[in-house]
């Protein structure tokens, strides 16, 4: 007889019907799926609002701001190797969405107050722009040292779909959103979006180290 608490659940019926997920990946995969939700869903809710602080800035400044871009996007490329190198990744990584948060919400503070103060709106637009380059390589950098590659061939595209769908729900969210809430607010989701990642990413250590999720690298793992 088949006890209860072993028949498998309604999604986990779903995912090993749809999918190759197995029932002892599925929170894992679940808690991932998610993870890179509120990543690029965050992402890609508050990035309109760069070019609409773009237009307040005026073309002159904006075009001055890819330079300051290139300019942050080569220092901190050998500056993040290096402290990947030596911190943790499960110190590291939500630290840097706890970062993303924080700045979005002190800038979405600020536009709330100074709609049209240039010294913040000029931090935001570099900030952004910065930051589209290292979101999706952080992930699955994460990802990468936690499921081998057999896992990984079977798991990850269902995975970035969770990517995909944020991506497509967070434009989405703002231009319905926008005008009632105004471009602090949707910097504040975007704030709550980044949070909730890094829970999302406390979970997923857990259920790693616990072996619901079992690696055979885990050992030459750096967490």
């Given at each position: 007889m088949v006890r209860s608490s072993d028949r498998p659940s309604f999604v986990e019926r779903i995912l090993s019907t749809l999918t190759s997920v197995e029932r002892r990946e599925v929170p894992s995969v679940i808690v991932a799926f998610f993870l890179f939700f509120c990543v690029l869903g965050g992402y890609f809710a508050v990035r309109p609002v760069r070019e609409t602080v773009g237009t307040i800035l005026g073309r002159d400044r904006v075009a001055n701001l890819y330079v300051a871009t290139w300019i942050a996007s080569l220092a901190i490329v050998p500056i993040y190797g290096a402290i990947v190198a030596k911190v943790r990744r499960s110190v590291f990584l939500p630290l840097i969405y706890g970062f993303v948060a924080v700045a979005l919400?002190?800038?979405?503070?600020?536009?709330?107050?100074?709609?049209?103060?240039?010294?913040?709106?000029?931090?935001?637009?570099?900030?952004?722009?910065?930051?589209s380059l290292f979101l999706v390589s952080v992930f699955w950098s994460f990802l990468v040292e936690l499921f081998d590659s057999g896992q990984a061939k079977r798991l990850f595209p269902v995975i970035a779909a969770g990517g995909t769908a944020g991506a497509l729900v967070g434009p989405l969210f703002t231009d319905l959103a926008a005008r009632s809430i105004g471009n602090g607010g949707i910097l504040y989701v975007g704030a709550t979006l980044f949070a909730l990642a890094v829970v999302l990413q406390a979970i997923l250590i857990r259920l790693w180290k616990s072996g619901q999720e079992p690696n055979q690298a885990r050992d030459n793992a750096h967490f």
């Open positions: 919400a002190i800038v979405g503070g600020v536009l709330q107050n100074q709609p049209k103060s240039v010294a913040f709106g000029q931090f935001f637009y570099v900030f952004i722009s910065v930051l």
